[in-house]
């Protein structure tokens, strides 16, 4: 943590110090903005949360029956152009925390040199572009809807990547073409534990044509998952496996092993292939994406997408979104208790739960219908009202983090959402 | 009669410098090769697409500005806003730099290379070229 601020107040002394030499030219070099986002939810299911992102603790609905931090931020970013070819961008968000906490975070802290126009290369934190609007989707005043559907980008939260990208710009009769290849770690804290990615590389192209554009990415990542209640679980199966097979009870005994082997959360390997695309002539509108998720161990394969489209009245503009996750959950028979003694055969059985009950915490399945409007109300502020009719999979939790005794799966709820998206 | 012919010349003049008043046009520096650009072309530069130009606005007062991203672009101020504000905060780009006023803006294109600017027919002399009528 100190570093990252060690980085920010690098930057603003530099500001600072720029400002008191050249008052003139410090305008042209150093750029201040922010944005941010006050929001409010209010969920209809009281036996779990909507979660803002994996990374808060808690949400909408069983935690807070109306929820003013899962969608609430402020962030502020310096740009500072020390020359035409050779950028800095610092960017620091204040959003709800693991920790509960809104503590600002270094989102963005990275060099960019532009060796041509067409061509430059950046080093540092970066957004890693999972998807079409990686880059703004903390940006609620740049987007249409009040956050970008949860069935896609909560398929990966991971938003920055400490390494370097390279971007190349082409034109080929009237469509712009970008490619970005990138290379990169990422950390973030959970509630409980940490991921970790060792490395993510990738690769993004985007076509744009007019008022149409086009975007197609791959990604490829190793992860790890420390989350320290997963343990008893690894610990229960691999203790279970070893002491059955002590007994001489060794089909149970090699299942309980194969199964802690099989679905560790260590050195994940997972890819995300992801298509977009995006038309908008200006009085309407329609986006959609779909990503294909390559799951690993406990991280099963995901499907996901959403159709979004809207129309512009002025400064009015409703929509309407609809969007689909499918993750296809393994479904383990667990460990044979034929044979075995009735402790035993308890332990098992009890593993065995536990282990379908983690598959199922980790992914879900579920569908949203949702509609809303932005309202450009005044410069730089846009107010959205948007309702959420979410259908949760069968035998899935969808979502919902901290599920309640009493959550039902496979049901619905309603969400409602409230927010004034400002940038100064 | 006269003074009937001299009013009518009067009303006109001031009409037509009223309509020319109305008129945009986007400009460039002289040293810039091209002698004209689309619409498209120049809607790609002030909707952050193309990073060969530094693009100059006007204020949001301006009546310019306001015409020039309906007409050129087909979109108005809160849609542009949200386009750079996409933009702007992943650092990808800066947005146009603002002057006060069409002579303002002539004067800056007039002393640099790479700038274009949307400008009121009217401020426009022989230190800048006009690539682009807006209509």
Known sequence: MTHKFTILSAAVALALGASAAHAADFDDMVSVRGFGTFGVMHSTEDRADVLGSVFMPDGAGYTREWDMRSDSKLAGQV???????????????????HDKSFTPQIEWANLKYSFTPELSARVGRIALPTFMISDSRMVGYANTFVRPPDEVYQVSSITSNDGVDVSYGFSTGGVKNTVQAFYGVSKADLAEGNVEADSIYGVNYLAEAGDASFRVGYIRMELDLNIPSTQPLFEGLKGLGAMLNSFGLTNSGGQALALANKYDVQDMELSFLSVGASYDPGNWFVM?????????????????????????FGKVTPYAVVSKVKAFIDYEDGISTTGLPTPFAMGADALSAGLNQSLNQFRGSQQTAALGVRWDAFTNIAVKGQY??????????????NVQPGFEQGGNYSLYSLSVDFIF | MKFAIKAAVAASVVLASMCAQAEVVVIVNPKHPAASLTAEQVANVYLGKDASFAPVDLPESAAQRGEFYTKVAGKDS????????RLVFTGKTQPPKEFGSSAEAVKFVAGNDKAIAYVDKGAVDGSVKAVLTVN
């Open chain 1, 388 to 401: 959420n009719y979410v259908d949760i999979g069968d035998n899935s939790n969808g979502m919902l983090g």
């Open chain 1, 79 to 97: 740009n500072v152009r020390f020359t035409d070819k050779l950028d800095f961008t610092v960017q620091a968000i204040s959003q709800y925390q």
């Open chain 1, 288 to 312: 959609s994406e779909a990503i294909d998720f390559g799951g690993d161990d406990m991280l099963s394969d995901v499907r996901a997408g959403y159709v979004m489209g809207g129309a512009r």
């Open chain 2, 78 to 85: 809160a849609q542009v806003k949200a386009i750079w504000a």
